[in-house]
């Protein structure tokens, strides 16, 4: 069958995992996404997976502080904590393979500290590996620890720069979908209060700030999320926030051409 282009999803960390406790995995979320991720290739599209690190990531990497690079004074004990972040996110992401491929889905894993260099939207590396796989063969990755070619010799690489320059660069990317955790979409109000309802559209010119909090992120939160998006939207026309809980509303979205969430309009 021809392809009917890309779909490119991000998995948040909050997902995928409980953020508020070191390494614990949300097994049955990750398998709830991956049915509908199999879904969609049988649509007919091509796939892109990113995911984020949650309670596998952020946590070591805020004690050690690791987004702002290398501390002369801690040194030692930070070079340990890189190695073990990078050990905790290839377990994370077996979990995610393990799901994909109990359904017969064929993945090909890119661990960002093996390939990207430098962090932000303007990391170095080769993203046409993501292209090369052949069809039906679905490319994964996940934000990382990687290697800065500055003085500061290593940050944290979110997977929403990952979904950025996977959206923009590689060919006929239909949707880019940002699955969260524990929210429908982007909310107009602090998501703990119960009046709080989620914005059919998101554009950066209304909402300047989100009033979404997180004590927990090394990378940015639903702020960094929500610039990138906006800026893939200027090149992918749908870009969604939707909630991974009802991850169905993607297949909803493409076969509709809406669904609950948030659509994000640069
Ligand atoms: C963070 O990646 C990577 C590490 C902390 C090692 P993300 O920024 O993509 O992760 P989530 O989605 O917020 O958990």
């Known amino acids: 069958m021809d392809s009917k282009g890309r779909v490119?999803?991000?998995?948040?960390?909050?997902?995928i995992t409980d953020k508020s406790k070191s390494k614990t995995i949300n097994m049955s979320a990750i398998d709830k996404v991956c049915k509908v991720i199999l879904k969609i290739q049988n649509e007919g599209y091509n796939l892109v997976i990113v995911h984020g690190a949650g309670s596998y990531g952020h946590i070591l990497a805020k004690?050690?502080?690791?987004?702002?690079?290398?501390?002369?004074?801690n040194e030692h004990a930070q070079r340990n904590a890189v190695k073990k972040i990078r050990k905790d996110m290839l377990e994370l992401n077996s979990h995610v393979i393990e799901s994909l491929e109990n359904l017969n889905l064929r993945v090909a894993v890119h661990p960002?500290?093996?390939?990207?260099?430098?962090i932000g939207m303007n990391f170095k590396g080769d993203i046409t590996i993501f292209e090369k796989e052949s069809n039906r063969v679905i490319p994964v990755c996940f934000g990382d620890v990687v290697d800065r070619e500055d003085e500061f010799e290593f940050g944290i690489?979110?997977?929403?720069?990952?979904?950025?320059?996977l959206s923009v660069?590689?060919?006929?990317?239909?949707y880019t979908i940002f699955l969260l955790g524990d929210v429908g979409g982007v909310m107009d109000q602090p998501p703990t209060n119960p009046d709080?309802?989620?914005l059919e559209i998101?554009?950066?010119?209304?909402?300047?700030?989100?009033?979404?909090?997180?004590?927990?992120?090394?990378t940015g939160g639903i702020d960094l999320k929500l610039d990138r998006a906006a800026r893939i939207s200027k090149h992918v026309s749908e870009v969604w926030f939707l909630d991974g809980r009802n991850p169905n509303r993607i297949i909803e979205l493409i076969n509709d051409g809406?669904?609950?969430?948030?659509?994000?309009?640069?």
């Not at 960002?112 to 430098?118: D, N, T």
């Not at 660069?169 to 239909?174: A, G, L, T």
């Not at 809406?258 to 640069?266: H, L, P």
């Open 8 to 15: 490119v999803i991000k998995l948040g960390g909050s997902l």
């Open 63 to 73: 004690e050690m502080n690791i987004a702002d690079g290398i501390d002369r004074n």
């Open 112 to 118: 960002p500290s093996k390939w990207a260099k430098g």
């Open 157 to 165: 690489l979110s997977g929403d720069d990952l979904m950025y320059r």
């Open 169 to 174: 660069e590689i060919p006929d990317v239909k």
């Open 196 to 198: 709080a309802k989620i």
């Open 202 to 218: 998101w554009s950066k010119n209304k909402f300047v700030k989100t009033k979404h909090n997180s004590d927990i992120d090394v």
């Open 258 to 266: 809406d669904t609950i969430g948030t659509k994000i309009i640069a």
